[in-house]
Every structure is written in structure tokens, then in C-alpha cells.
């Protein structure tokens, strides 16, 4: 079936530099995309998202990139902090009824 | 805070055995979804309520139910309970069913045994 899916399980960063959080998604009829960030023990915060008529979305520290050319979607966190650290997750949906598909999620790790 | 309340927050059950999973969703967000996410993954979609009525599903047996109530609070069932149901159970309230942001709740970690 179709799904969405990461390409690193893990990424570890320096206090301070940028991350980049990839995503892949495969079905092609997706036209809202959302990233999450999700602490140890709570539930998946909304960080920020986008449609599919746009290619780029900034918001406070994070960018949100499209490309559905590659079906590629890549989330920018500058001057990452400590408070950083969470797993990341992207998720698609076509609308509707359908509910929202989740990648397996990336881990980022922030090394001071 | 999303303002999306769950209880309880952690179960233990035996095989076999029937749990209830209770949500409080935003006050005026009148569609509830339940996800499923087991340890090391992403959550998986179980099913939505709109206006106390199921309005879509994902891949997930019969023994799986739910309940949307007209205050905002919402139940997941499962009977028949099975080993690999233990997860974290996760709801997520939106405005309505054609609002594709969802927030979520804390959870409840289910353990089966």
C-alpha cells in the first residue's frame, strides 16, 4: 500500500546548527502536509504544515519544503536547541475521512 | 497545550480481556480520530467521528469501536483483546471532518498481557 516514509532513523545535530529532516511519500493524490514533533511521553505536537499548491512554508525557526516532482517533503530547523530533541514525524492526507498517514519518524539528537 | 485530554494514561489488561479508552476533545472541534502507534512507529489511522458517527476508517478489525459523544468526549473499544494491541492509543481532535489539522492528546499506553 501506499505510505510515507523517512530516510533516517536517527540525526544527530550540533547545539546551535541547522537540521534538515527528510521525507519521502509515495501517494500521489496527498495534498496537505504536516510535521509533528513528538516528546518522550506525550503525544505529537503540530509544528507546521502545507498544501500542495505551495512549495515552501516558513514559520517561527522551521521551513517546510515540497517537492512534488520527487514526492520529497523536508522539514529546516534553525539554530537548533536543546529543546530540539523529539522525534520527528511527517504526515499526508488527501482530505477528508481518510485520516492522516505517518512516516516511521526520525529522532533527532542534539549534541551540545 | 492542544486542550486534548485522554484517560487513562497508562492500562495494564490480560488477553482477551475489553478496555475503554476515554478523550476530551477541543471545546467546538466536533471531529474526534483514534490512532494506534506501536513502540518505535508512527501512529497508525484506527477510525473518525463526526457528529457521533463514524466517518471513516482505517485497517483495523471489527473489535475495534469507538463512541463520539455531543460534549466533545469520545471512547475507543476493543474487545478480544490480543498481545499486539499493546501501544500507545492516541486521539486527535479537528474543527471538523474536512479540517486536516489534528491535535492531539498525551495518550493512553495500553499494556496487554
Known amino acids: 500500500g501506499e505510505s510515507v516514509g523517512l530516510h533516517l532513523p536517527t540525526l544527530s545535530v550540533q547545539e546551535g546548527d541547522n537540521s534538515i529532516i527528510n521525507c519521502a511519500y509515495s501517494n500521489s493524490a496527498s495534498d496537505y502536509f504536516i510535521w509533528y514533533k513528538q516528546e518522550s511521553g506525550k503525544g505529537p505536537q503540530f509544528i507546521i504544515d502545507i498544501r500542495s499548491n505551495m512549495d515552501k512554508r516558513q514559520g517561527q525557526r522551521v521551513t517546510v519544503l515540497l517537492n512534488k516532482t520527487v514526492k520529497h517533503l523536508s522539514l529546516q530547523i534553525a539554530a537548533t536547541q536543546p529543546g530540539d530533541s523529539a522525534v520527528y514525524f511527517c504526515?499526508?492526507?488527501?482530505?477528508?475521512?481518510?485520516?492522516?498517514?505517518f512516516g516511521k519518524g526520525t529522532h533527532l539528537i542534539i549534541q551540545p | 497545550e492542544t486542550g486534548v485530554t485522554q484517560s487513562p494514561t497508562h492500562l495494564i489488561k490480560t488477553r482477551g480481556q475489553q478496555v475503554t479508552l476515554r478523550c476530551s476533545s477541543q471545546s467546538g472541534h466536533n471531529t474526534v480520530s483514534w490512532y494506534q502507534q506501536a513502540l518505535g512507529q508512527g501512529p497508525q489511522f484506527i477510525f473518525q467521528y463526526y457528529r457521533e458517527e463514524e466517518n471513516g476508517r482505517g485497517n483495523f478489525p471489527p473489535r475495534f469501536s469507538g463512541l463520539q459523544f455531543p460534549n466533545y468526549s469520545s471512547e475507543l473499544n476493543v474487545n478480544a483483546l490480543e498481545l499486539d494491541d499493546s501501544a500507545l492509543y492516541l486521539c486527535a481532535s479537528s474543527v471538523d471532518r474536512y479540517q486536516e489539522t489534528q491535535y492531539f492528546g498525551p495518550g493512553t499506553r495500553l499494556l496487554v498481557l
Open positions: 504526515a499526508e492526507t488527501g482530505g477528508g475521512a481518510d485520516g492522516l498517514t
